[in-house]
Nanobody
Framework: QVQLVESGGGLVQAGDSLRLSCAAS????????MGWFRQAPGKEREFVAA????????YYADSVKGRFTISRDNAKNTVSLQMDSLKPDDTAVYYC????????????????????WGQGTQVTVSS
């Protein structure tokens, strides 16, 4: 089992940057595929970015591609989301999630694929 704690959210202006971090407990962090999701008021939770166990593979939603960067440090049990050129539409609660599945055919954009979730961190982008 892994526990996830997000940090780094806040209130920024359009065009600014933020870096979200997710700290994971346990000694098996490197065995989890990781993802970031977000949920705006009145909307469903949506995929933002995902990263493979080694960090060698990354995936992004079209809406954030070229602006956001996901990374991980398995030695420090952390996964990060660097968010640049923020837009008001990026306003949401951001969640990190861990997937313990070890097989092929990873459905990284499906929330149901993930086994563990953090409590979320609020990101608000003003225009």
């Amino acid at each position: 089992q892994v526990q996830l704690v997000e940090s780094g959210g806040g209130l920024v202006q359009a065009g600014d940057s933020l870096r979200l971090s997710c700290a994971a407990s346990g000694r098996t962090f490197s065995s989890y595929r990781m993802g970031w999701f977000r949920q705006a008021p009145g909307k469903e939770r949506e995929f933002v970015a995902a990263i493979t166990r080694s960090g060698g593979g990354t995936y992004y939603a079209d809406s954030v591609k070229g602006r956001f960067t996901i990374s991980r440090d398995n030695a420090k049990n952390t996964v990060s989301l660097q968010m640049d050129s923020l837009k008001p539409d990026d306003t949401a609660v951001y969640y990190c999630a861990a997937d313990r599945y070890q097989g092929s055919g990873w459905s990284f954009s499906r929330p149901g694929e993930y086994d563990y979730w953090g409590q979320g961190t609020q990101v608000t982008v003003s225009s």
